[in-house]
């Protein structure tokens, strides 16, 4: 079955620590999107990529890095400069980048402080 | 700066009841999305509109878009307690670019 994959399901950081979420495709889409959701606030953009070996930030981006090596693979990495960094965050991809293309999600990974 | 507006932000209901859930823009939309969340999951794409005036069904829940495109709304007739969850609205306010999103509205159903 096709599908994103988001891993690990559940994070833990401690001070000073970079870590790296996983997310995975295999629905051939051209472009992936990473979202950050916070309570009551809905969801944010962090990074976004059309094609392979480009990306660009979003709304927040700060404390983040990316990479697009692959087409099927969209990392994440929450950098020691993220202050805050404890949400639930989802990966997504659509078959083209823009309009009238829904994009589909994973399952998520939730990042906690230790 | 929130781009979409949601209303509500919480809905309790009736099992057995109807309801309706809003998503309104500033700007023109090029497409809207509607999407349900069950909590700490990820999101299941429900409907997509794009059109000025369109209405989709599917099941018990029928979504429409304003002519102007800037509101639409989720309505669900007959409410069970499987539609419990978070809906969001999404949207295409670029082209080119990523989704923004509503808050989402949180839905509980009583039985």
């Known amino acids: 079955d096709g599908g994103i994959t988001q891993s690990p399901k559940y994070l833990f950081r401690k001070e000073g620590q970079n870590v790296t979420l996983s997310c995975e495709q295999n629905?051939?889409?051209?472009?992936m999107y990473w979202y950050r959701q916070d309570p009551g606030q809905g969801l944010r953009l962090i990074y976004y990529s059309q094609i392979v070996n480009d990306f660009q930030k979003g709304d927040i981006a700060e404390g983040y890095s990316v990479s697009r090596e692959k087409k099927e693979s969209f990392p994440l990495t929450v950098t020691s400069a993220q202050k805050n960094p404890t949400a639930f965050y989802l990966c997504?991809?659509?078959?083209?980048?823009?309009?009238?293309?829904?994009?589909?999600f994973g399952d998520g990974t939730r990042l906690s402080i230790l | 700066s929130q781009e979409l507006e949601q209303s509500p932000q919480s809905l309790i209901v009736q099992e057995g009841k109807n309801l309706t859930i809003n998503c309104t823009s500033s700007?023109?939309?090029?497409?809207l999305y509607w999407y349900k969340q069950k909590y700490g999951e990820g999101l299941i794409f429900l409907m997509m509109l794009q059109k000025g005036g369109e209405e989709k069904s599917h099941e018990k829940i029928t979504a429409k878009l304003d002519e102007k495109k800037q509101q639409s709304s989720l309505h669900i007739t007959a409410s069970q307690p499987s539609h419990a969850g978070i809906y969001l609205c999404g949207a295409d306010i670029q082209a080119g670019t990523a989704l923004i999103f509503g808050k989402g509205t949180t839905l509980s159903v009583s039985s």
């Open positions: 997504a991809s659509s078959i083209v980048p823009g309009l009238a293309q829904p994009q589909h």
């Open positions: 629905l051939n889409h051209d472009a």
């Open positions: 700007k023109t939309l090029y497409g």
